[in-house]
């Protein structure tokens, strides 16, 4: 009784054709059709008024929802996904039809449907946003109405999720659809890290020490308000290029780093450590010693941050030197991973040659950045780009508009076909372009957002989270995988990382066992 139930509501879930078949359908019989739209995130008393209004309205009453990535409120919104929030609204029984909206605005579905009349709530009776002018307008140029109602009890869905949000179990279910949609399960991601064992990677990028300055503060200093701290103890992780190489590495990969190292006994430990661990170095002794970050920890906080990563700009004749090597390594399993953390190993035509270069000779292209020191722009007709939100907008110019936006025009721009933007411990954003984006006009139909939620607790220290996400994304992607499952399998890396202090080299047992764990068979 209760799979028949819920079938007779999801009926009534509609595409664009079977939705416009029902107006015409409506207009031919005389019947009057109201329009309801908004994002409806958690159906609440002020919804359930606003809507019995509308019905009265008129004789059928369809209600459209904003599409998942154009909601627009915020990070984690909308807390419960398109599906059902799809659903709940069905499920009322004075909702003849409903639709989920793709792009941002109700404009063109306006264009289309022409209900009889578009009624809004009382908020946007003196609203001036542009979306709803440009709804408005559409409406009154074929002869419909606008009207607005709130029914009399209000509420805030944004209000509702931000006092309770702890309360309601939703993100489980928010990641099974995500998995639905996207093939995800864990014999087939299992079976793509199965095809990293022994697949080669080339590494090419800027490599650090990271080195973490243990002190104790034991009083202010006479001279001036500052902390007086003692040393410690040190312990140094290789980052950048060189930890990406040993997570590929950890994963039973072939990697081979092409990397600037200095001259110095610590270039010659690290180069001997990464050759220890199953990563073939092929070394740039460029620099006088090797770029050192040092953080200073004072109670397992970190205080300060001394930066010795100065700006090395590789000459002419060792960017011929990685170039041949890079066209010598080549194979069609190979997959190339480009690391730019703004020390200056890439010049602009190098970075295209490289690139040029990888994409005849190399099965998939994946380039990452550094915060916003690394020069995104430059990572052209790349298969996968990973950056921060910082990075993305520092290389666009742009503070203002919307990710998702900012997001598309990179894509664009780079002509690169995805982007993963970790957001510190909550989550990571998954943008891609649309299968159907040469037929759409603005960015809305161009762009497929998603948000996957980190939902693991315990996390110690995020540094490393990135140089985990983008190389396990990098070996999902080359071993066949699509974007969205190799977003969810390196999300699960950068969790597991985020779990102890420093880098720490990936450990592929300890990966397919948290997905193990994750997924259903």
């Known amino acids: 009784m209760l799979t028949k139930a819920r079938s007779l509501y999801q009926r009534k879930i509609l595409d664009l054709p079977a939705l416009l078949s029902q107006r015409e359908s409506a207009r031919a019989s005389g019947k009057t059709v109201v329009h309801c739209h908004g994002c409806f995130d958690i159906v609440h008393p002020g919804h359930i008024r606003y809507l019995q209004f509308a019905k009265q309205q008129g004789d059928v009453l369809i209600v459209s929802l904003t599409g998942d990535p154009h909601v627009g409120k915020g990070e984690g919104r909308p807390y419960v996904p398109e599906?059902?929030?799809?659903?709940?609204?069905?499920?009322?029984?004075?909702?003849?039809?409903?639709?989920?909206n793709?792009?941002?605005?109700?404009?063109?579905?306006?264009?289309?449907?022409?209900?009889?009349?578009?009624?809004?709530?009382?908020?946007?009776?003196?609203?001036?946003?542009?979306?709803?002018?440009?709804e408005?307008?559409?409406?009154?140029?074929?002869?419909?109405r606008v009207m607005f109602s709130s029914g009399n009890i209000v509420y805030s869905s944004t209000q509702i999720i931000e006092n309770y949000a702890s309360r309601l179990d939703l993100e489980q279910e928010k990641l099974s659809l995500f998995c639905q949609r996207y093939e995800i399960g864990r014999a087939s991601l299992l079976a793509a890290l199965d095809d990293v064992v022994d697949r080669p990677f080339v590494v090419i990028g800027d490599m650090n020490i990271d080195r973490y300055q243990y002190c104790d503060a034991t009083d202010i200093a006479a001279d001036a308000p500052m902390m007086s701290l003692v040393p410690l103890e040190n312990r140094d992780f290789m980052g950048?290029?060189?930890?990406?190489?040993?997570?590929?590495?950890?994963?039973?990969?072939?990697?081979?780093?092409?990397?600037?190292?200095?001259?110095?006994?610590?270039?010659?430990?690290?180069?001997?450590?990464?050759?220890?661990?199953?990563?073939?170095?092929?070394?740039?002794?460029?620099?006088?010693?090797?770029?050192?970050?040092?953080?200073?920890?004072?109670?397992?906080?970190?205080?300060?941050?001394?930066?010795?990563?100065?700006?090395?700009?590789?000459?002419?004749?060792s960017e011929k030197w990685i170039s041949e090597e890079v066209q010598r390594l080549r194979s069609a399993d190979s997959t190339m991973v480009i690391y730019d953390a703004g020390l200056g190993l890439f010049s602009d035509k190098m970075m295209f040659d490289l690139i040029r270069g990888g994409h005849h000779g190399y099965s998939?292209?994946?380039?990452?950045?550094?915060?916003?020191?690394?020069?995104?722009?430059?990572?052209?007709?790349?298969?996968?780009?990973?950056?921060?939100?910082?990075?993305?907008?520092?290389?666009?110019?742009?503070?203002?508009?919307?990710?998702?936006?900012?997001?598309?025009?990179?894509?664009?721009?780079?002509?690169?076909?995805?982007?993963?933007?970790?957001?510190?411990?909550?989550?990571?954003?998954?943008?891609?372009?649309?299968?159907?984006?040469?037929?759409?006009?603005?960015?809305?139909?161009?762009?497929?957002?998603?948000?996957?939620?980190?939902?693991?607790?315990?996390?110690?220290?995020?540094?490393?989270?990135?140089?985990?996400?983008?190389?396990?994304?990098?070996?999902?992607?080359?071993?066949?995988?699509?974007?969205?499952?190799?977003?969810?399998?390196?999300?699960?890396?950068?969790?597991?990382?985020?779990?102890?202090?420093?880098?720490?080299?990936?450990?592929?047992?300890?990966?397919?066992?948290?997905?193990?764990?994750?997924?259903?068979?």
């Open 83 to 100: 599906e059902l929030r799809a659903e709940n609204l069905a499920a009322l029984e004075f909702v003849d039809w409903v639709y989920i």
């Open 364 to 521: 998939k292209v994946v380039g990452g950045t550094a915060g916003s020191r690394g020069r995104l722009a430059r990572l052209t007709w790349a298969d996968m780009l990973v950056a921060t939100e910082r990075g993305l907008r520092v290389a666009m110019r742009d503070y203002e508009q919307g990710i998702s936006s900012v997001a598309c025009r990179m894509l664009d721009d780079l002509h690169a076909k995805a982007l993963l933007m970790p957001s510190g411990r909550k989550g990571l954003f998954c943008f891609d372009v649309h299968p159907n984006a040469a037929e759409a006009v603005g960015w809305e139909g161009k762009l497929r957002s998603e948000y996957l939620s980190n939902q693991a607790n315990g996390s110690i220290d995020k540094l490393g989270c990135q140089e985990a996400l983008l190389a396990v994304a990098a070996a999902m992607l080359g071993a066949g995988a699509n974007i969205h499952q190799a977003a969810y399998v390196a999300l699960a890396a950068s969790i597991i990382e985020s779990r102890q202090p420093g880098h720490q080299p990936m450990d592929g047992h300890e990966l397919r066992q948290m997905l193990e764990q994750s997924l259903p068979e």
């Open 240 to 317: 950048g290029a060189a930890m990406i190489a040993r997570h590929l590495a950890g994963l039973g990969a072939e990697p081979t780093l092409i990397a600037s190292f200095g001259r110095d006994a610590a270039s010659d430990e690290a180069i001997d450590n990464l050759e220890s661990l199953g990563v073939h170095v092929l070394p740039l002794r460029n620099r006088k010693k090797i770029a050192t970050r040092t953080r200073f920890v004072v109670d397992n906080q970190k205080v300060l941050l001394l930066d010795e990563s100065h700006v090395n700009p590789t000459d002419s004749a």
């Open 102 to 134: 793709p792009t941002q605005t109700a404009v063109e579905l306006l264009g289309k449907l022409k209900p009889d009349i578009y009624l809004k709530g009382r908020e946007y009776e003196y609203n001036n946003h542009p979306g709803f002018v440009k």
């Open 136 to 144: 408005k307008t559409t409406v009154e140029a074929y002869g419909g």
